[in-house]
């Protein structure tokens, strides 16, 4: 049901735009976060954002550097990251789940299969 892409490999100060296809979106499926997991860590909330209203929220770490977006025509959920640094490198992924917009991974049903993205010095 999610497919997520464009992750790819940049230096730091760079950008990437990553995709979050959806099959379509029911109640179940209200929101749609991304996380992420560095070698070695857990998987950590980025953000997410809700269809029914555009809603978004966000972890504090990005600090206005990422963005998450929708295009509902699209089923599509979008996470634009700017400024990237080295501690961003991480597996992405995003995820679905109800109405509210958990931090954690355990309130989310369904996942995506992760897209890489590696951020170089």
């Known amino acids: 049901q999610l497919q997520a892409s464009g992750g790819g490999s940049v230096q730091a100060g760079g950008s990437l735009r990553l995709s979050c296809a959806t099959s379509?979106?029911?109640?179940?499926?209200?929101?749609v976060a991304w996380f992420r997991q560095a070698p070695g860590k857990g998987r950590e909330f980025v953000g997410a954002i809700r269809w029914s209203d555009y809603s978004t929220s966000y972890a504090n770490f990005p600090k206005g550097r990422f963005t998450i977006s929708s295009d509902n025509a699209k089923n599509t959920v979008y996470l634009q990251m700017n400024s990237l640094q080295p501690d961003d490198t991480a597996v992405y992924y995003c995820?679905?789940?109800?109405?509210?917009?958990?931090?954690?991974?355990?309130?989310?049903?369904?996942w995506g299969q992760g897209t890489e993205v590696t951020v170089s010095s």
């Open positions: 995820a679905a789940g109800p109405r509210q917009m958990y931090n954690s991974a355990l309130y989310y049903e369904f």
């Open positions: 379509g979106r029911t109640f179940s499926t209200d929101v």
